[in-house]
């Protein structure tokens, strides 16, 4: 019994020391000087920098024609490669031009006899007339060959209506591409039945027009606006068109490598939406852009101007305000609130709260509390990665 009463004083000793070591060890933690907290700072960005409005839309050809039969017909042979380029006036296909041949052939030998009847008319009338002056005929007489003069001049005059029409239709056996483009593959092919005219005609092919392009988006009225005042305070007003500049990327580009310019804003809004539709304009020389691909168009939305910026990361958010922490000459940070600007690639334009020569924290933000004392890194900016 005196033993275990021995142990438990041991181990009640034990407990009380070790208790004494923590209490001392964090008395001294607590008596030392805490660190001030390290810090990345850099001061802002000055450099002059332009603000784009960025939109999606699809790219559409600014000409697109069906390629459709105007006479009926058995469909004689096609004189293209699908998808090849097309100049205005190639040849595209044939239709049997035999039926259409003949048919001209009835028509002039139809103006022919129309001719010969006239002919006829003419000189009965020249003979009724000279009757008539010697009173040989009655005046009935003479208005029956007069009036069948006029018919078979009227007959002639629809025969050569009729040569015209079948000449027409032999031209329309032989079917051209009437614009510059890219055409699509032969809907039907050789020794098919084909319908000419009306609505019912059938579809043979398509072309699109490939340079320049069109690329449609809906734009808010007050950007519609804004691009329209741009452009008279610049000058660019041409025969009713804007001329703000503008830039395309299709899917798999990152930049904006195509060059363009707005050359329509619609005159009217949507009521609806509140939107404007509006249209650039791009080249497309080396055929990269095609109609009905995914595009991003941005639109240049200011003249270029002297910016202050500042990384994103470095912007915090109280309530309804941002603001920097700025680090003063005695290494304390000061809360200052800034108005910001647009966006540039991954930086903001701070427009008022900020002078181009102080230094502000990048890294280290979470940490941060007005007038603490700070261990700065003074670090560079790089440029914005590009431009919004």
Not at 46 to 75: F, N, P
Not at 82 to 98: C, Q, S, T, Y
Not at 309 to 329: E, G, R, S
């Amino acid at each position: 019994m005196n033993g275990s009463v021995l142990k438990l004083l041991q181990v009640n000793l034990i407990i009380c020391i070790s208790i004494g070591i923590t209490s001392c060890d964090s008395q001294s933690h607590s008596d030392s000087p805490a660190l001030p907290p390290h810090v990345k700072i850099a001061q802002p960005l000055s450099q002059e920098v332009t603000e784009w409005d960025e939109y999606t839309g699809r790219i559409e050809a600014v000409s697109s024609v069906d390629i459709r039969a105007r006479v009926s017909g058995y469909l004689e042979k096609v004189n293209f490669k699908a998808g090849a380029k097309v100049k205005k006036g190639d040849l595209l296909f044939e239709i049997d031009p035999k039926p259409f041949t003949a048919q001209l052939q009835y028509a002039v030998s139809e103006l022919e006899r129309a001719k010969a009847k006239h002919e006829l008319a003419k000189n009965d009338l020249e003979r009724a007339e000279r009757l008539f002056s010697g009173k040989a005929i009655s005046e009935e007489e003479h208005d029956a060959r007069s009036k069948g003069s006029r018919e078979t001049i009227a007959a002639v005059q629809s025969a050569e209506a009729n040569v015209n029409t079948a000449k027409l239709n032999l031209e329309y056996t032989k079917i051209r591409a009437p614009i510059d483009g890219r055409i699509g593959r032969e809907l039907i092919t050789e020794g098919n039945l084909v319908s000419g005219g009306g609505g019912d005609a059938t579809r043979l092919t398509f072309i699109v027009s490939t340079d320049p392009v069109y690329v449609y988006v809906d734009a808010d009225e007050h950007l519609a606006l804004k691009y329209r005042r741009q452009a008279h305070q610049e000058g660019n007003k041409v025969k009713g068109t804007d001329q703000t500049p503008a830039e395309l990327a299709v899917s798999d580009e990152a930049n904006f490598p195509h060059p363009g310019h707005l050359d329509y804003i619609s005159p009217r809004a949507d009521t609806a939406t509140g939107s404007v539709s509006i249209r650039g304009v791009f080249s497309n020389s080396d055929d990269v852009l095609s109609p009905g691909y995914f595009a991003r168009m941005r639109v240049r939305a200011s003249a270029p101007y002297q910016a202050i910026l500042v990384p994103d990361k470095a912007i915090a958010t109280d309530q309804a305000q941002h603001f920097l922490w700025v680090v003063n000459q005695e290494q304390k940070v000061e809360y200052r609130t800034v108005v910001l600007g647009a966006h540039i690639g991954q930086s903001r334009v701070i427009t008022t709260g900020l002078d181009p020569n102080e230094w502000i924290v990048i890294e280290g933000l979470p940490r941060m509390m007005p007038g603490i004392k700070v261990n700065p890194e003074r670090i560079s900016q790089t440029e914005p990665a590009g431009e919004k």
